[in-house]
């Protein structure tokens, strides 16, 4: 595959502290200062207890793929075509949310549910974006 391509996010005020992370090769994860629940996807609320006291924690990057999509079609016209396929991820992350990603990396095409998952951060037309990897123990 050549040079990795994506949608570059457009952060609000509630997930900059996010893709400011993701630049330093971070990731982090919304924490309820009131109840405790750690969520994904950043947001002005917490998703349990609808406080608005929120923090962030540092998370291990390391998970379970959910489940995952084989991508064949680009969505994105002819300047995608070099990306096809790409491997669509849902992570379970240690510290408990769900995360939507995108696979990279070697044995990309024979993952399954269950494989254990690291994040990575490559760069791309300037921000650094959350992607994962297999793990290799598998």
């Known amino acids: 595959m050549s040079e990795l391509r994506a949608v570059l996010p457009q952060p609000t005020a509630a997930s900059a502290p996010f893709w400011d992370a993701c630049d330093r090769e971070e990731l982090v994860l919304p924490v309820c200062d009131d109840c405790g629940e750690v969520f994904f996807y950043p947001r002005i609320h917490c998703p349990k207890c609808a406080s608005r006291s929120l923090g962030w924690k540092r998370a291990s990057g390391r998970g379970k793929v959910f489940s995952f999509s084989h991508v064949a079609v680009s969505f994105h016209g002819e300047e995608w075509a070099s990306q096809l396929p ?38 791309i037309d300037g921000r650094r974006l959350p992607f994962f990897q297999r793990d290799e123990g598998r």
């Open 86 to 123: 790409y491997t669509v991820v849902l992570v379970d992350l240690e510290e408990g949310p769900r995360m939507a990603s995108r696979l990279i990396g070697e044995g990309r095409d024979a993952v399954r549910s269950g494989d254990s998952v690291t994040v990575t951060f490559p760069e």
